[in-house]
T-cell receptor, first 113, second 114 residues
Framework: NAGVTQTPKFRILKIGQSMTLQCAQD?????MYWYRQDPGMGLKLIYY???????DKGEVPNGYNVSRSTTEDFPLRLELAAPSQTSVYFC????????????FGPGTRLTVT | AQSVTQLGSHVSVSEGALVLLRCNYS??????LFWYVQYPNQGLQLLLK??????LVKGINGFEAEFKKSETSFHLTKPSAHMSDAAEYFC????????????FGTGTSLTVIP
């Protein structure tokens, strides 16, 4: 199993550009999550999904969009990138109630200048 | 909503000394409890977890944590710190009583002094 994979690892965007951060998991988990982590800070939940076709906002959803067309994939879309979106983005998955543990991807480091 | 409190955003210990990282949660119903570690420029890795059963849980790299229901705590300990333990540590709770949501503490940065 590859677990949770994220691409790209690094990206630099100019203000106003758009991009999609990719996340995939091969563990057949129903729940998937997107977090952002600012320097020296904890994790903030952006969006999550409890299954294909179902998504919901987390703590900091503004400026982002998600979709979940398959169990495996959960892409995060940034529209009109802003410097405030400079952060490290982590994708995670879990499978409650069978397994509440969250499995994390390696992260995408995004800089918006 | 659940809350997770990690006392001390920065903890420094000498190499070989006891490591104690504190975590308290707010819930009348015991949730599932987790400790994650994040090494510099890496993702989060599970150290250990408590779901049911024995309240003293052993994890990787010599860490352990004890679930104390009466104190609503899940403190992380390691008898002897190594330089390689320097990292950020996150406590988290989840479970059916959290609506299957995951709640993280704000993290504790551990520095190990040689």
């Amino acid at each position: 199993n590859a677990g949770v994979t994220q691409t790209p690892k690094f990206r630099i965007l100019k203000i106003g550009q758009s991009m999609t951060l990719q996340c995939a998991q091969d563990m057949n988990h129903n729940y998937m999550y997107w977090y952002r982590q600012d320097p020296g800070m904890g994790l903030k939940l952006i969006y999550y999904s409890v299954g294909a076709g179902i998504t919901d906002k987390g703590e900091v959803p503004n400026g982002y969009n998600v979709s979940r067309s398959t169990t495996e994939d959960f892409p995060l879309r940034l529209e009109l990138a802003a410097p405030s979106q400079t952060s490290v983005y982590f994708c995670a998955s879990s499978s409650p109630p069978r397994d509440y543990e969250q499995y994390f991807g390696p992260g995408t480091r995004l800089t918006v200048t | 909503a659940q809350s997770v409190t990690q006392l001390g955003s920065h903890v420094s210990v000498s190499e070989g000394a006891l490591v104690l990282l504190r975590c308290n949660y707010s819930s009348s119903v015991p949730p599932y409890l987790f400790w994650y570690v994040q090494y510099p420029n890496q993702g989060l890795q599970l150290l250990l977890k408590y779901t049911t059963g024995a309240t003293l849980v052993k994890g990787i790299n010599g860490f352990e944590a004890e679930f104390k229901k009466s104190e609503t705590s899940f403190h992380l300990t390691k008898p002897s710190a190594h330089m390689s333990d320097a990292a950020e540590y996150f406590c988290a709770v989840s479970g059916a009583n959290t609506g299957n949501q995951f709640y993280f503490g704000t993290g504790t940065s551990l520095t190990v002094i040689p």
